[in-house]
């Protein structure tokens, strides 16, 4: 029979995202309310191989669910992506009596809780990043809000931009992934989405289509491009001489991974929060908790990351037909 687990950890990594800490909240209050002890590991793995090892009680997480970012800080952690580093990270479990950890985290925080399930650490994955570009989840914490704030600085952009018959280039964040692109397309009736899974790097195209606009009447042009693709500063100036529109690029930057969660981030967050630990003290391990087809669900590890994932083939038709 597996060991029963007395002291769960907690660690955000990679990205930061909003709802986090909803997660966080959630995990330490039902692990408390099951009569476990919960440590928060702070900085991600790099905490963890540094031993910034915290006790948590209730009250450490008061105060916590409307804010954005993520209480315990996060980072990346080269040397946790070495043998020696995990190593290293599962004595210091041990060490510290961790008998499980909740990571909350994208694809690459879930292939460390991977390899320190291998070691004999219980690990429950978490999807918590803006780019919702996780395969075997359809919801991703902080992606709702980053969306959102997103499509509200377009919404602002597009006004100006159509006051001043411009052309506008608004980059969002998704260096890999472009699900942020195009719900924000959608969401605010863009002209022109480029996605990296998509993107032809036909620029001709885009200024015909920038031209023939002017000639229909449209009083602004917007493009959301994708930060996987870029140089929206340069693609504004050869757009602007090639088509004599006037066209300007917004980069909205790291605006879109702050900022207090919707009430979809922080009820989803939740809810995984306390799966998570529900998963551990049911005997679980080297687990991902998903919401899937409408439901909150959990993989194994190991499927989930040999999942694909693309953007939606229909949503991204009809952001080119609905302009
Ligand atoms: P995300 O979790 O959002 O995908 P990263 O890919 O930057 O973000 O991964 C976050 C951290 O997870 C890395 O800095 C590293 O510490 C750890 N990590 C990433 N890939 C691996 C791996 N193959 N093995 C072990 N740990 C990894
Ligand atoms: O993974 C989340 C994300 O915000 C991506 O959309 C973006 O490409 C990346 O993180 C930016 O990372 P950093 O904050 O390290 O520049």
């Not at 007395?6 to 330490?28: E, F, Y």
């Not at 009250?59 to 043998?83: H, N, Y």
């Not at 863009?190 to 023939?212: F, G, H, S, T």
């Not at 300007?248 to 995984?272: E, F, N």
Request: hydrophobic share 40%; aromatic share 4%.
């Amino acid at each position: 029979m597996a060991k029963e687990i007395n002291t769960i950890g907690v660690l955000t990594s990679g990205g930061d995202a909003p709802g986090m800490n909803a997660a966080i909240r959630a995990v330490v209050r039902q692990a408390l309310s099951k009569g476990k002890k919960v440590k928060g590991i702070k900085r991600g793995y790099a905490g963890l191989l540094n031993e910034e090892i915290i006790d948590m009680d209730a009250k450490s997480v008061s105060d916590t669910i409307s804010r954005g970012g993520t209480i315990l800080q996060t980072a990346r952690c080269m040397e946790f992506i070495t043998p020696e580093g995990q190593q290293q990270g599962a004595e210091i479990c041990k060490k510290h009596g961790i008998d499980a950890i909740v990571v909350i985290g994208g694809d690459g925080s879930f292939q460390g809780a991977q390899k320190l399930a291998a070691l004999g650490i219980n690990t429950i994955g978490l999807p918590g990043t803006i780019d919702l570009d996780i395969a075997c989840t359809d919801y991703t914490i902080g992606f709702d809000t980053a969306v959102n704030t997103a499509m509200e600085a377009i919404d602002k952009v597009r006004d100006t931009s159509t006051s001043h018959e411009r052309c506008s280039i608004i980059e969002v964040m998704g260096r890999g992934a472009g699900h942020i692109a195009l719900w924000c397309g959608l969401a605010n009736g863009a002209e022109e989405v480029l996605l990296p899974e998509k993107y032809d790097y036909d620029e001709q195209r885009l200024i015909n289509q920038v031209i023939d606009a002017r000639r229909y009447g449209k009083q602004h042009y917007i493009i959301i491009n994708a930060e996987g693709i870029g140089h929206s500063q340069s693609m504004a100036k050869r757009i602007e001489e090639a088509t004599g529109v006037e066209t300007r690029a917004t980069i909205l930057g790291h605006m879109q991974r702050g900022g207090s969660p919707t009430c979809k981030d922080r009820v989803y967050a939740t809810t995984m929060g306390a799966m998570a630990v529900d998963l551990l003290c049911e005997g679980k391990s080297n687990r991902v908790v998903a919401h899937k087809d409408g439901k909150f669900v959990d993989f194994d590890i190991d499927e989930a990351l040999a999942m694909k994932k693309s953007v939606d083939e229909y949503m991204y038709q009809i952001s080119r037909t609905l302009v």
